[in-house]
């Protein structure tokens, strides 16, 4: 056999995996129209309220439960001003302080919900629909009945026996109500694409090179299940701050003292607004609009690349321009 | 994983068996209607192999040549363990893979490869060339450094002709061509040193330019590496020139099997005869009447009694399995052939409905319409038999006649053709070997 080995045989891997980072990104790169716009301001947005999550001790001059400053008690219901840019609430609260440091708790659940939903229904779908049988029937019928309730009766449910436990009604309880809504949903979009993956010649060649299930599963079947779930993660996102803030609404969400809440406050403010009182339920309730509006058109946008059905690529138009004389010649 | 995993591997001499199959079966269960299972009938099988014994010697090239439908993937994959054996065995090395546990057999999928016939689908689109090609070497814990992984990587795709390596390493499959994806394939089989490739029609996807090189190259590679290939095809075109021994399958078993220049220069078996008349001939001054065979593959759900190449056989007589069905078809045929001649809607009206035809049975009882007799039932089939009295179907008609106001036709025993030594070749079929 030729021995020669080729001019450069070590490619180091770190290379190979920026290689298939850039083969994995090259959609959004290539996104062109409306995709690119919508997926742009989904980026903007969304990374706007992380950046406020993050910073909200740096940007917000108070504390979400703070109720004076130097002594001094904040007045109550008070009108923005030049102190309290957005006003403060019947409890004195900064408006502000509290949006901005919304914006953390909203993040903080959402994203533990999401690395749960997945970390559960991602691998629980690739079981199931790779190996079938009665596993799979099961797992289907379960993840069937839990979709047939609405989300949020679900969501309140777990709620409500979660706080009544010793876990209380914190992050963590809010983040596993909104998980126990969401893992059928990727559940049945991981294991639906398996059942078609699974078919593949080269899952049955995998099989052939002795690979075992597990294997095959991770290194042929995952890849190419995968690439559906960011853009169902990123709408679900924007849905999961909805249902949070519907539970802060109810009342079976963050407790007032775990962290400041846009639902819990919106539902406040509901007796102020007939008093006149805008500013306490407009702020909070607009930056519920504004990240769920953000975290969608992200959404959109990735499902508008990645989607190879919804994807149009750049090169799809020409302009020919008319060849000078070429007219001419033909008359 | 340990790193040599250790497969008892016994020195198989030149032209021994290196896998016997015995009395093979593979059944594919088929679901029935929403109906049937709702109320939990059985959808039935179909016998994608029914029945076949063969040897693959060491160091040959066997063809195993059919139409689709016949069952002769379904062989290799069964071979392959990708598919359950229903009964039989297939001895690979001394092992009887069609019943060893899945763990047990990973170990012996080392000495055993396949390429399968589309080149796309069979690498994985998320993985690089290199990463596909090494991959098996890992899966085998055989080389565990990564830059000796993928010197030999580099080695294994110079040898299949995909050099300069590096060129292509990196690359994903949707980056190469046809040809070379299917390179690329064929160097993941031999990375592993194998020595059986199953080959399921291995260029029958690629372009017409390119066959004759991935089939030359597939022949280097049988001398370099000492590999045994079972050859599934459709084309005995290009299995003429590949194979040595050539095995013909028709619905699930094999009809006749021999060395290859045997089976060109002189087919037994009326199937073989037709498959290689519809061999197409460049010289048209050459041709030969192509009276290839009439109708279909028969339902393999349901084949036809006795030889499942009867219906179509224009040599079948008294024992190859006439029935009831047959009758049906031979109606139908005609009906279908002269519809809108005179007397044909009349002949239509008189049977009426054929469904009584429909069960595979060696005698069939037809009643007639309210108003008619039996005795212008028969007259009729007796006008079929003497417009064409050479239709083989009457030669396996035993009885035929009007009783109590019926019409009663008796078939002949049906017999089961089996394998047997004729001139150079095993052939299955009664013209050869008469029933016992």
Redesign the interface.
């Known amino acids: 056999?030729?021995?020669?080995?080729?001019?450069?045989?070590?490619?180091p891997?770190g290379r190979?995996r920026l290689?298939?980072l850039g083969?994995a990104t090259k959609p959004i790169r290539e996104a062109s129209g409306i995709a690119r716009g919508m997926f742009w301001a989904g980026v903007g947005i969304t990374f706007a309220f992380i950046l406020m999550a993050f910073l909200a001790p740096v940007i917000s001059r108070y504390n979400f439960s703070q109720y004076k400053a130097n002594g001094v008690r904040f007045p109550q219901l008070g009108h923005p001003s030049g102190l309290h840019w957005m006003g403060t609430t019947v409890q004195s609260d900064d408006v502000m302080a509290r949006v901005i440091y919304g914006a953390q708790t909203e993040l903080k659940v959402v994203v533990i919900a999401l690395a749960m939903s997945l970390s559960i229904g991602v691998p629980l779908g690739l079981i199931s629909g790779y190996f079938g049988g009665i596993l799979d029937r099961a797992l289907v019928l379960i993840m069937d009945a839990i979709f047939a309730f609405p989300y949020l009766l679900i969501a309140i449910v777990i709620a409500f026996v979660l706080s009544t436990s010793s876990i209380g009604g914190g992050i963590f309880t809010a983040a596993i109500a909104i998980t126990a809504a969401y893992v059928p949903l990727y559940f049945r979009v991981v294991r639906n694409h398996v059942i078609s993956v699974r078919e593949?010649?080269?899952v049955?060649?995998?099989?052939?090179?002795?690979?075992?299930p597990r294997?095959v599963i991770r290194?042929?079947v995952f890849?190419?299940v995968v690439q559906n779930v960011p853009p169902i993660a990123t709408l679900n996102a924007a849905d999961a701050i909805l249902l949070l803030a519907s539970l802060g609404f109810l009342g079976y969400g963050i407790q007032p003292t775990q962290g400041a809440e846009w639902g819990y406050d919106v539902s406040r403010a509901v007796s102020d607004a007939s008093s006149g009182i805008w500013w306490t339920g407009l702020f909070p309730g607009l930056a519920i609009v504004l990240l769920v509006t953000g975290l969608t058109l992200l959404g959109e946008g990735l499902n508008e690349t990645i989607n190879p059905v919804l994807r149009r690529r750049r090169f799809g138009q020409f302009d020919f321009e008319p060849v000078p004389g070429a007219v001419e010649e033909a008359e | 994983m340990r790193p040599e995993a250790a497969v008892a591997r016994p020195d198989i001499a030149e032209g021994e068996p290196l896998v016997s199959i015995r009395d093979l079966r593979t059944y594919y269960s088929i679901r029935g209607s929403f109906a049937d299972r709702l109320v939990g009938r059985e959808g039935g099988v179909v016998k994608a192999v029914d029945g076949v014994s063969l040897d693959v010697r060491k160091g040959e090239v066997l063809g195993l040549v059919g139409e689709s439908g016949s069952g002769k993937t379904t062989l290799g994959r069964t071979i392959l363990g990708l598919v359950r054996a229903t009964s039989g065995v297939v001895e690979f090395e001394g092992h009887d893979v069609a019943h060893v546990p899945e763990r047990e057999f990973r170990a012996l999928r080392r000495r055993m490869q396949v390429v399968f016939q589309d080149p796309h689908a069979s690498l994985n689109p998320a993985m690089t060339i290199a990463q596909a090609v090494g991959h098996p070497l890992q899966i085998h814990g055989l080389e565990r450094n990564r830059e000796r992984l993928r010197i030999k990587v580099a080695e294994a795709l110079e040898r299949v002709g995909l050099a300069p390596a590096a060129q292509y390493m990196d690359k994903y499959p949707s980056d190469l061509s046809g040809g070379q994806k299917q390179r690329a394939v064929i160097a993941r089989a031999i990375i592993l040193n194998p020595v059986l490739l199953v080959a399921d029609e291995p260029v029958s996807m690629l372009d017409m330019s390119v066959r004759a090189k991935i089939l030359e190259l597939m022949a280097e590679l049988k001398r370099d590496f000492d590999l045994t290939y079972l050859y599934v095809t459709h084309d005995l075109a290009t299995a003429k020139f590949f194979c040595d021994r050539i095995a013909i399958m028709y619905l699930g078993r094999i009809v006749e099997i021999g060395d290859a220049a045997s089976i060109y220069a002189d087919p037994k078996h009326p199937y073989t005869k037709a498959l290689l008349r519809a061999i197409p001939e460049p010289d048209p001054a050459r041709a030969v009447p192509r009276d290839l065979p009439r109708g279909e593959v028969p339902d393999a759900a349901s084949p036809p009694l006795g030889c499942s190449f009867h219906p179509r056989c224009p040599l079948a007589f008294q024992p190859c399995g006439w029935e009831s069905r047959d009758l049906r078809d031979l109606l139908e045929a005609r009906w279908a052939r002269k519809a809108g001649e005179a007397g044909v809607e009349e002949e239509e009206a008189l049977f009426g409905n054929l469904d009584a035809l429909s069960a595979p049975l060696i005698s069939a009882r037809l009643t007639p319409p309210r108003g008619r007799t039996a005795a212008e039932m028969l007259a009729v089939l007796e006008r079929i038999r003497t417009e064409d009295p050479d239709e083989p179907f009457w030669k396996g008609v035993r009885r035929l006649e009007a009783v109590d106001g019926r019409l009663e036709l008796d078939f002949h025993e049906p017999h089961d053709p089996t394998l047997g030594q004729s001139g150079d070749v095993e052939v299955a079929c009664h013209l050869y070997n008469a029933p016992a």
């Not at chain 1, 056999?1 to 490619?11: D, K, L, N, V, Y």
């Open positions: 056999m030729a021995a020669t080995a080729p001019a450069s045989p070590r490619t891997y190979a290689l298939a083969r593949e010649p080269y049955d060649a995998a099989r052939a090179l002795g690979a075992r294997t290194k042929y890849f190419n």
